[in-house]
């Protein structure tokens, strides 16, 4: 802070003592010399801090929602007894402490499944899907209000030519949900899946991303998490957002790859991706939204 120096108005104001003792007419000083303090920027303090170094911090960005998609798959995820087990994608998932979240779940099974727990207030009824490659989606919100780790499974019986195998194993139809505080970012999971969803344009099944639409909120580093079923590589390519990241391809039926990687969204609206390796056989799905392309929504 600029010290302030009083010297010159306490000389001024002893000058004119002297002469009006002598009954000369003395000018009285200038206001303009007088100094301010309710001007002064020197006295502009707000709880020990100056206006300019406030106005000089940058505004912290906040979390308002967050959305989590999760994907059932039958029969998608290899066991270590050789067999294929009913399996939810990212079993294991991430959401921020104190920020509503929008938990979603596609599910390619016929039957119903669940995600439970208790200490969160959750309880998602899956339902089942009616017809292969035709997801049933299901939503609830809820708040975690307290950080930890959290383990939820699915109560709904699955997994029945294994004698519900996958109820009872972590990864597969259980797991944890990670409830962290806020550290600038943002929590996102897709699946990739060969053959996954069916068009009624062709009567075919395609390969898919689960989800292909997904939001964000702009300005805040965003976790992108893929579990990669699929043995051929695929991207995610969004030239608008300088988006460009190759998801490598599972090493066996089963065994999926899993990807993360970070990008900032700096600006909002909505954003077209599309993967451009390659896929579905004569590349179908890479020309329709909702399969192997779609739009990523950034919030303001």
């Known amino acids: 802070m600029k010290k302030m120096v009083w010297t010159g108005f306490a000389g001024v104001a002893l000058t004119a003592a002297i002469l009006a003792g002598c ?28 206006k300019s170094s406030q106005s000089s911090q940058p505004k912290r960005t906040v979390l308002k929602s967050q959305t989590v998609t999760l994907t059932i798959l039958p029969g998608g995820r290899l066991g270590p007894d050789g067999k294929m087990h009913d399996t939810y994608t990212d079993p294991d998932f991430t959401v921020v ?10 599910n390619y099974d016929g039957g119903s499944h669940t995600l439970t727990n208790p200490d969160l207030g959750i309880n998602l009824q899956a339902k089942g899907s009616s017809k292969k490659g035709v997801p049933a989606i ?15 499974q699915c109560l709904d019986p699955c997994d029945g030519d294994n004698q519900d195998w996958s109820m009872t194993h972590k990864g597969y139809m259980q797991g944890i949900i990670h409830v962290v505080p806020f550290a600038d970012k943002q929590y996102v999971y897709l699946t990739i899946k060969d053959g996954l969803q069916y068009a009624s344009a062709d009567g075919k099944l395609h390969d898919s991303f689960s989800p292909a ?58 954003f077209h991706w599309q993967c451009i390796v390659q896929c579905d056989g004569n590349g179908w799905a890479m020309s329709h939204d909702g399969y192997m392309a779609g739009n990523i929504t950034v919030d303001s």
């Open 213 to 270: 639409n997904w939001e964000v909120q702009q300005g805040i580093p965003v976790q992108v998490t893929v579990e990669n079923f699929d043995t051929g590589e695929h991207s995610i390519t969004a030239p608008a957002l300088h988006l460009n990241q190759v998801i490598q391809g599972a090493k066996k039926d089963g065994v999926p790859s899993t990807t993360t990687f970070t990008f900032t969204p700096k600006k909002s609206g909505t």
């Open 97 to 106: 402490q104190g920020v509503p979240v929008t938990l979603t779940v596609y």
């Open 23 to 50: 009954g000369a007419n003395a000018a009285q000083p200038s206001s303009a010399n007088q100094p301010n303090p309710t001007t002064s920027p020197t006295k502009a303090v707000n709880n020990g801090i100056s």
């Open 138 to 152: 299901t939503s609830v919100t809820f708040t975690p209000t307290k950080a930890g780790d959290f383990k939820w």
